[in-house]
């Protein structure tokens, strides 16, 4: 049951990340605009999201008709029902996703540079490292992507506070 109220969750993020992403220039497949690859990240992943809720959910109807309801049953004085570690893999998919609907979001008010370099930072803080080299890493990273594809490859990217 737990799976399928964090797949629902997933879809949810998701359609958040849509609907951010739906603002964005959505180009053609010859030429993407900022929000083309946003779009097709997010109908992946509901794709993926709905292809794993269909047999939670079955399974989830299976082991209910299977239990005997026990009326007033819980956990217990001092207990909760569910506990969550803040390094489980459903609390990273869920960091990982309010993350890139920020970044979506951020991308056209603080430009390319700024967004990713907060996005990098973020990502490396979920994996646990230290923040200076996190700050470092995900700086440079953004700072070269940049020059790559802002300058060598001619690619437009969103301009903002630093005015590259």
């Given at each position: 049951?737990?799976?399928?109220g964090?797949l629902?969750?997933?879809?949810?993020?998701?359609?958040?990340y849509?609907?951010?992403?739906?603002q964005?220039?959505?180009?053609?497949a010859?030429?993407p605009g900022?929000?083309?690859?946003p779009?097709?990240?997010?109908?992946?992943?509901a794709?993926?999201?709905l292809?794993?809720l269909?047999?939670?959910?079955?399974?989830?109807?299976?082991?209910?008709?299977?239990?005997?309801?026990?009326?007033?049953?819980?956990?217990?004085?001092?207990?909760?029902?569910?506990?969550?570690?803040?390094?489980?893999?459903?609390?990273?998919?869920?960091a990982?996703?309010?993350?890139?609907?920020?970044?979506?979001l951020?991308?056209?008010?603080?430009?390319?540079?700024?967004?990713t370099?907060?996005?990098a930072?973020?990502?490396?803080?979920?994996?646990?490292?230290?923040?200076?080299?996190a700050?470092?890493v995900g700086?440079?990273s953004?700072?070269?992507?940049?020059?790559?594809?802002?300058?060598?490859?001619?690619v437009?990217?969103?301009?903002?506070?630093?005015?590259f």
């Amino acid at each position: 049951m737990k799976e399928v109220g964090f797949l629902c969750g997933v879809l949810a993020v998701l359609g958040v990340y849509a609907a951010s992403a739906m603002q964005l220039d959505f180009g053609s497949a010859s030429q993407p605009g900022t929000g083309f690859f946003p779009v097709l990240l997010c109908a992946a992943g509901a794709i993926l999201a709905l292809v794993c809720l269909v047999p939670a959910a079955r399974d989830a109807v299976r082991e209910s008709r299977r239990r005997p309801r026990t009326e007033g049953a819980g956990p217990g004085p001092g207990r909760s029902r569910m506990t969550l570690k803040l390094d489980s893999p459903p609390v990273r998919v869920t960091a990982f996703c309010v993350l890139s609907a920020v970044y979506i979001l951020l991308l056209d008010r603080l430009g390319y540079v700024v967004s990713t370099a907060l996005l990098a930072i973020g990502l490396l803080r979920m994996m646990a490292v230290r923040w200076m080299l996190a700050v470092v890493v995900g700086v440079a990273s953004s700072v070269a992507l940049w020059a790559l594809l802002g300058r060598w490859l001619n690619v437009l990217l969103p301009r903002g506070v630093l005015g590259f």
